[in-house]
């Protein structure tokens, strides 16, 4: 059984920053990508960035060089480091695992909010 669990979201003023982690169980964490999304109220849930299993990085244009994607396998842990945060960052953050081909497995959110 695979389980991500977010943690690390808040309010935040424009400008800052934030750390999110995505702890996984129930699968070879190290063999895996894994991915960031964010849902806005009344918007398509959107990709914002994914770390292959060797490191390898991609992130969404409204992201790119203010969010980091980062992993620590000793820990199954995936972490989202934002800077800069913007009001329009403000979303639910979901952690994305795909062990399977079969399917994609999700964490149950954490909210970010962007406001002064």
């Known amino acids: 059984q695979v389980q991500l669990v977010e943690s690390g979201g808040g309010l935040v003023q424009p400008g800052g920053s934030l750390r999110l982690s995505c702890a996984a169980s129930?699968?070879?964490?190290?063999?895996?990508?894994m991915s960031w999304f964010r849902q806005a109220p009344g918007k398509e849930r959107e990709f914002v960035a994914t770390i292959s299993s060797t490191g390898i990085t991609n992130y969404a244009d409204s992201v790119k060089g203010r969010f980091t994607i980062s992993r620590d396998n000793a820990k199954s842990t995936v972490y989202l480091q934002m800077n800069s945060l913007k009001p329009e960052d403000t979303a639910v953050y979901y952690c994305?695992?795909?062990?399977?081909?079969?399917?994609?497995?999700w964490g149950q959110g954490t909210q970010v909010t962007v406001s002064s």
């Open positions: 129930g699968f070879t964490f190290s063999n895996n990508a």
């Open positions: 994305k695992a795909a062990p399977s081909p079969f399917r994609a497995y």
